[in-house]
């Protein structure tokens, strides 16, 4: 399709509104119509106009002057996550690594600077936030993210980077942007990715990816753990083989 076609196509209102929504998704405590203005870049007409719209389809709540997401989007995601979606067929695959390992099996796709969990086998108790499907954390300091990154091509990369609000999570947060390539680089390299406690202290996770048919890859799988009980060598050597062996077997998805 050449650009004047998608020109012609392209309906900025919706992408806007799709925007407002993405908003309110990162602000669960509700926003005013004038905070939404600003964080969207909008009139406060224009916001008002999508926050209203948004009211009456039932996508939101309101409260006085401030506007929250309903639980109908989590409805939508629902739907899509069980309705024979990629996720089903692979919470099978997952459910056996995390009980052959007694570890978490999780899988996400990279939206903006955040992985997105899609599906969750829960295993031991690792984090002290809750994990579960819809649940964000930022791409830059997890396996997951380090393998969805090293999808991107190099202009999409660098263009993540520049926009990357990169915070020191714990001591050993990687946050120069240079190493952070780096690291994105070895993950593609190597076919996997090993985050050690960047994320949060006492917490190791590997994650592989999952690629469709023409090799792009389009989730990521991963296993957590906790820091004593798996080194870093032993999660490779243990770990990883189970994780590929799963991640192979999610695949052929694609070409069933």
Same mark, same amino acid.
């Given at each position: 399709?050449?650009?004047?076609? !998608?020109?012609?196509? @392209?309906?900025?209102?919706?992408?806007?509104? =799709?925007?407002?929504?993405?908003?309110?998704?990162? @602000?669960?405590?509700?926003?005013?119509?004038? &905070?939404?203005?600003?964080?969207?870049?909008?009139?406060?007409?224009?916001?008002?106009? %999508?926050?209203?719209?948004?009211?009456?389809?039932?996508? *939101?709540?309101?409260?006085?002057?401030?506007?929250?997401?309903?639980?109908?989007?989590?409805?939508?995601?629902?739907?899509w996550l069980g309705g024979g979606?990629?996720?089903? %067929? *692979?919470?099978?695959?997952?459910?056996?690594?995390?009980?052959?390992?007694?570890?978490?099996?999780? *899988?996400?796709?990279?939206?903006?600077?955040?992985?997105?969990? !899609?599906?969750?086998?829960? $295993?031991?108790? /690792?984090?002290?936030?809750?994990?579960?499907?819809?649940?964000?954390?930022?791409?830059?300091?997890?396996?997951?993210?380090?393998?969805?990154?090293? $999808?991107?091509?190099?202009?999409?990369?660098?263009?993540f980077l520049r926009q990357a609000? !990169? &915070?020191?999570?714990?001591?050993?947060? /990687?946050?120069?942007?240079?190493?952070?390539?780096?690291?994105?680089?070895?993950?593609?390299?190597?076919?996997?990715?090993?985050?050690?406690? &960047? =994320?949060?202290?006492?917490?190791?996770?590997? *994650?592989?990816?999952?690629?469709?048919?023409?090799?792009?890859?389009?989730?990521? /799988?991963?296993?957590?753990?906790?820091?004593?009980?798996?080194?870093?060598?032993?999660?490779?050597?243990?770990?990883?083989?189970?994780?590929?062996?799963?991640?192979?077997? /999610?695949?052929?998805?694609?070409?069933?």
């Amino acid at each position: 399709m050449d650009e004047e076609t !998608v020109s012609r196509d @392209h309906v900025g209102s919706l992408e806007r509104g =799709l925007a407002v929504m993405e908003i309110l998704a990162r @602000h669960p405590q509700g926003m005013t119509l004038t &905070e939404m203005a600003e964080e969207a870049s909008l009139t406060r007409a224009g916001a008002r106009r %999508f926050l209203l719209t948004l009211v009456a389809t039932g996508y *939101a709540t309101r409260d006085g002057r401030v506007f929250s997401l309903s639980p109908r989007l989590l409805t939508v995601a629902r739907t899509w996550l069980g309705g024979g979606s990629l996720w089903s %067929f *692979a919470a099978p695959i997952m459910r056996a690594v995390a009980a052959q390992l007694n570890e978490a099996c999780s *899988a996400a796709i990279l939206s903006g600077p955040d992985v997105v969990y !899609v599906a969750r086998i829960p $295993g031991r108790r /690792i984090l002290s936030v809750s994990l579960e499907v819809g649940t964000r954390l930022p791409a830059y300091c997890t396996s997951m993210g380090r393998i969805l990154l090293g $999808g991107l091509t190099p202009g999409e990369l660098d263009a993540f980077l520049r926009q990357a609000t !990169v &915070e020191r999570r714990t001591p050993k947060t /990687i946050t120069d942007k240079k190493l952070l390539a780096e690291a994105v680089g070895k993950a593609q390299a190597d076919g996997f990715a090993i985050v050690d406690e &960047e =994320l949060e202290l006492g917490l190791r996770s590997i *994650a592989v990816p999952i690629r469709d048919r023409s090799g792009s890859t389009v989730a990521a /799988i991963n296993v957590s753990t906790q820091s004593a009980r798996f080194s870093v060598a032993e999660m490779e050597r243990e770990i990883l083989p189970a994780l590929f062996e799963a991640g192979q077997r /999610i695949e052929d998805f694609f070409v069933v």
